[in-house]
C-alpha cells in the first residue's frame, strides 16, 4: 500500500475508533484535545512533588506544563506519562519532555522507586510493578486536577492520556496496556523498550515504536517483536545505525527526526490532528538515518 494512503487508512481508523471526538454538538466547548491543536509554542513551567511520601513506594514525580506569566497557561491539557529506563532520572529526559510541553502537554514523569538513578535497593526485576505506580500518579493528578486549590487544577486533560518511556519505560509504557484498561489511555510511544507479559491487551490503542537498529541493550528485534503484537493502529520509527538513545540528546542527528515524529503522533492522538497524522512520514523522512513504517489496526480491533 502506498505510504501516502496507509497513513490516510490509519487516521481514519483512530479517528472513527481510538480518537476524543473532534467535534462538539452545537458547537459548545468541550475538553481541549476535542478542539485544535496549538498553532504556536508556549513557555513551560516546573514543578517537582512526591506521591506517597509514607507509603512503601514514595514517588518523586516532574511535572512540566505549558505556561503563560509564571502560571498555567489557559485551557486543559492533554497529560504524557513518560517513563525513564534504567539507572535514570526524569530530569535527564528534559530535552524531549520539554519540547512536549511547549507544544500543548502536560508531561508528569516519575522517579521509580527502585530502579531510579540513586535508589537504595536498585533492582531491575522491579520494572513489572512500575506499571501500577504510572496508574497510581494517573489517579493522584485526577484529585490534583480537581483540588481548587492547586496551581494546575482546571489544567489537566485526564480523558486524553499517553504513555511512553525509554528502556525500562518503553516496557513500562506497554505493561500500562494490560487487559481491562481504562480508554482514557489513548496512545503510546515506546523507545528502545519492548513488551511486559499481559501488554496490549484491552481496549486497542495506536503505539508509536522509536527505535536505534544497531541498539546493543535492548535489540531491535525486541521491538519489532512487541510492534507485531499491538492491536491497534502502530507504526515503527527506526534510527539507522543508532544506539539505546543517543538520538534522545538534543543536537544530535537523530534527535530532530525523533521529537517531530513524537510530538505529531502526540498531536493526532491526544488533539485528534488529522494534518500531524499526516505529517509522520515526511517527519521521519530521511534515507540514511530514519526508517519509518505503519500499519492501521486489524478489522476486528477498529471500533
Known amino acids: 500500500m502506498a505510504a501516502g494512503r496507509l497513513i490516510a487508512v490509519l487516521v481514519t481508523a483512530l479517528l472513527a475508533g481510538c480518537a476524543p471526538a473532534t467535534a462538539v454538538a452545537g458547537g459548545a466547548a468541550g475538553p481541549v484535545s476535542a478542539r485544535r491543536a496549538p498553532e504556536g509554542l508556549y513557555a513551560v513551567g516546573v514543578r517537582t512533588l512526591t506521591l506517597d511520601p509514607r507509603s512503601a513506594r514514595p514517588l518523586p ?18 497529560v ?40 537504595a535497593h536498585f533492582t531491575r526485576a522491579d520494572v513489572r510493578h512500575q506499571p501500577a505506580d504510572a496508574w497510581r500518579l494517573i489517579r493522584y493528578l485526577g484529585n490534583l486536577d480537581r483540588n481548587r486549590a492547586d496551581p494546575l487544577a482546571g489544567h489537566l486533560d485526564l480523558t486524553s492520556v499517553a504513555a511512553a518511556g525509554h528502556s525500562a519505560g518503553g516496557f513500562t509504557t506497554s505493561g ?32 508509536l515504536f522509536v527505535h536505534g537498529t544497531a541498539d546493543p541493550v535492548v535489540p531491535v528485534t525486541v521491538g519489532r517483536a512487541a510492534y507485531a503484537r499491538t492491536p491497534g493502529p502502530a507504526a515503527f520509527l527506526s534510527l539507522l545505525g543508532q544506539d539505546h538513545g543517543a538520538y534522545l540528546t538534543p543536537g544530535h542527528p ?50
Open 61 to 78: 514525580v516532574t511535572i512540566w506544563y505549558p505556561e503563560s506569566t509564571d502560571q498555567a497557561a489557559a485551557g486543559r491539557f492533554p
Open 80 to 119: 504524557v506519562i513518560y517513563s525513564h529506563g534504567l539507572d535514570s532520572l526524569p530530569e535527564l529526559h528534559a530535552g524531549l519532555t520539554t519540547r512536549w510541553a511547549a507544544a500543548g502537554f502536560v508531561v508528569a514523569a516519575p522517579a521509580y522507586p527502585h530502579t531510579r538513578r540513586g535508589a
Open 176 to 207: 500500562m496496556f494490560s487487559s481491562g484498561h481504562p480508554a482514557r489511555l489513548r496512545a503510546g510511544i515506546v523507545i528502545a523498550g519492548g513488551g511486559l507479559p499481559g501488554s496490549f491487551a484491552g481496549p486497542a490503542a495506536p503505539v
Open 254 to 303: 537523530g534527535f530532530a527526526p525523533v521529537l517531530a515524529t513524537t510530538t505529531d503522533f502526540l498531536r493526532w492522538t491526544l488533539y485528534g490532528d488529522r494534518a500531524a497524522g499526516a505529517r509522520l512520514p515526511a517527519d521521519a523522512h530521511s534515507p540514511t538515518l530514519t526508517r519509518y513504517e505503519s500499519r492501521p489496526a486489524p478489522a476486528a480491533s477498529v471500533g
